[in-house]
């Protein structure tokens, strides 16, 4: 099988910009979860997607925002970026929402803002 | 809410050498333990896992037991190499749902 890709591996943006990063999980997997990762605030929980309803989300402003489609596949979208947004965005997915499944990360997309 | 901590690296180790790395947590209910495994450049790698207390998690060498007890689940290998060179994360899954705590991870390097 696959594993989880992510689209695009690396983005340069600059602040006030907006972006949309993809994520398409392991064949039959339903739910998709993002994490942000910086060298400060280590790894963060966004937010979880299960059969396209937003399940839960972290403590992230409302510039942050995803969205689950119908084949499970994933996007999430940060508006008027700031410099501090800068990190790479890991996408996991795991085939249900039990606290004992394994998630599986993606290779992440490393985002820089100028 | 809940949270994991993990000892601070980075860890240098000699090839061979025993490895340890602690980790406790803390949280309501009954979480699920894991250790992922972060290689230069690439995203994270599930290590091993521990359902439930007293279960010991296993892959390629590294253990690690679910201790409720003492809230920890330390990671541990006998004897390492210069490919376990790497950042190794310690989470928790809440008790229901998907969402993964890290803890801040730890950077092992290890000479040849």
């Known amino acids: 099988k696959a594993g989880v890709t992510q689209t695009p591996r690396y983005l340069i943006k600059t602040r006030g910009q907006q972006v949309t990063l993809s994520c398409s999980p392991i064949s039959g997997h339903r739910s998709v979860s993002w994490y942000q990762q910086t060298p400060g605030q280590g790894l963060q929980f966004l937010f979880e997607y299960f059969s396209e309803t937003q399940r839960n989300k972290g403590n992230f402003p409302g510039r942050f925002s995803g969205r689950q489609f119908s084949n499970s596949r994933s996007e999430m979208n940060v508006s008027t970026l700031e410099l501090g947004d800068s990190a790479l965005y890991l996408c996991?997915?795991?085939?249900?929402?039990?606290?004992?499944?394994?998630?599986?990360f993606g290779p992440g997309t490393r985002l820089t803002v100028l | 809410g809940d949270s994991v901590t993990q000892m601070e690296g980075p860890v240098t180790l000699s090839e061979e050498a025993f490895l340890t790395i602690n980790c406790t947590y803390t949280a309501t209910g009954y979480p699920s333990l894991f250790w992922y495994v972060q290689y230069p450049g690439e995203g994270l790698q599930l290590l091993l896992k521990a359902t439930k207390a007293d279960d010991k998690g296993s892959n390629k060498g590294f253990e690690a037991t679910y201790r409720k007890e003492t809230t920890s689940f330390h990671l541990e290998k006998g004897s390492v190499q210069v490919s376990d060179s790497a950042v190794y994360f310690c989470a928790l899954s809440e008790e229901y749902g998907n969402k993964l705590v890290f803890g801040a991870g730890t950077i092992l390097r290890v000479k040849s």
């Open positions: 996991a997915s795991s085939p249900v929402r039990g606290n004992t499944d394994t998630q599986y």
